[in-house]
């Protein structure tokens, strides 16, 4: 995640104890806050069901009504949660499908809690009730993300369901008024993007306190529409949009954390647009992007993802490539084992980059970014990001470089 209210602003966030090693910045008393990125334990996404009652176009483990199958039990599940807390990770986040459609949840929750672990639900927000809502506030749950694509219409093609943006809004305001801490997750796609002034105005009028934006993976239902991904031209837009509302909205006294996720990339965006603006909170941004390393220690370091069939993955969207089964081996074990040829090398990426990732100067900062896409498109984990939109004279990457990427077989085609 790039936290462009932190980076961009200065504004002090909840995750800045986990995110870039600050301390009294939403850390608990049983919390460590992490002397190194590298040290971190994952945040584990744990896909907890395949049924769903919405059928987004972008999902990306294809859940969908009637697609509940081999799931943990709920004995098997506290099992787990067991292992999470011994090994001592961050967060659970709770996810689907629709967390809300399997029948354990609240006692999962709640299980969890017990053993000292922050539970955060990722839901579609379509199912929460004024009931649930309080029942979410009693359990101890942390933070609701509610993914919201879109005002009205625009949502519900989305999500595969008229009515669903008027269910998910009810849902938020049933947490609003249980005193659940909530926010919003957005993936920014061709469909959405022309209306990113309507979305922040729905964030202010609706008081919302987080807002996150997805960068696209193909990943799931979502390689159907891959056509819709933002071409390198549109994502500098969209993120110049982000970052000019973000700054709006602290002038203006608001307090809502603005964060991107899923390309690395954004954060030297952040740091480049500072050193433009002549701004002193460049070095500042660009310490914190150096402390957190960016994709060097997201996926299979910092996050990780359980799916509803108990098999790990490096994060959630990589669905297709398994580490192990939590019914088998511990996640603990799973996690650590760097034999796993991918698992070793997203631990130590340096040795693996190629092409213009190797060679950028930001590398440090970014970390290559997101490998599963480079693995989706040039079906290869260690080609570059395809999602990078920075030129090759913003990353230094001149002539004598592109050389050496032609003599060691390292050119890359990037999208437009």
């Known amino acids: 995640m790039i936290n462009i ?55 990306y483990n294809d859940s969908g009504a009637g697609k509940a ?55 579609n927000g379509t199912l929460i009730s004024a009931e649930k809502a309080k ?71 609706e008081n919302i306190e987080r807002a996150c934006f997805y960068h696209f993976v193909p990943s799931g239902r979502g390689k159907n529409i891959a056509d819709q991904d933002l071409t390198r031209t549109l994502t500098r837009e969209a993120v110049e949009t982000i970052l000019t509302k973000t700054k ?3 002038q203006a006294g608001r307090t809502t954390d603005i964060l991107t996720v899923d390309n690395h990339v954004d954060g030297v965006y952040v740091y ?23 994709g060097l220690y997201s996926s299979g370091v910092g996050i990780g993802c359980i799916d509803f069939h108990g098999n790990v993955h490096p994060d959630q969207f990589w669905q297709h490539y398994d580490l192990g089964n939590v019914r088998v081996r511990r996640f603990s074990e799973i996690w650590t084992d760097t034999s796993e040829p991918l698992l070793r090398g997203l631990k130590n990426r340096r040795n693996y980059i190629k092409g213009r990732c190797r ?11 997101l490998r599963v896409r480079a693995d989706l498109h040039f079906g290869d984990s260690w080609a570059p990001d395809p999602g990078c939109y920075l030129t090759d004279q913003e990353i230094g990457l001149d002539e004598i470089k592109k050389e050496e990427l032609e003599r060691s077989g390292e050119i890359f085609q990037m999208p437009e």
């Open 272 to 294: 480049l647009k500072l050193k433009q603006e002549y701004s002193e909170r460049a070095d500042e941004a660009y310490k914190l992007l150096s402390w957190n390393g960016g």
């Open 248 to 250: 709006s909205y602290q």
């Open 359 to 369: 060679l950028c100067k930001f590398f440090n900062i970014c970390g290559g970014s």
């Open 5 to 59: 209210s932190k980076l961009y602003c200065g504004q002090i966030t909840p995750g800045d104890w986990l995110r870039y090693g600050s301390t009294d910045s939403g850390e608990r008393k049983n919390e460590t806050v992490p002397q190194k990125a590298s040290e971190r334990r994952p945040i584990v996404v744990w896909n907890i069901t395949r049924a769903c009652n919405l059928k987004c176009v972008h999902c």
């Open 135 to 205: 029942q979410i506030r009693q359990s101890g749950v942390s933070y609701v993300g509610v993914s919201l694509d879109g005002i009205g219409k625009v949502n519900d093609e989305f999500r595969g369901a008229a009515g669903a943006f008027e269910k998910a809004v009810e849902g938020i305001k049933n947490c609003q008024n249980a005193g659940v801490r909530i926010g919003l997750r957005l993936t920014l796609t061709k469909r959405n993007i022309q209306d990113m002034e309507g979305l922040f105005d729905f964030f202010e009028t």
């Open 69 to 123: 199958d081999n799931e943990l039990t709920t004995t098997e599940a506290k099992a787990v949660l067991n292992d999470l807390a011994d090994f001592g990770v961050p967060s659970v986040l709770f996810s689907g499908g629709e967390p809300f459609m399997r029948a354990d949840l609240f006692e999962l929750i709640e299980y969890a809690v017990e053993r000292k672990l922050r539970t955060v639900i990722s839901t």
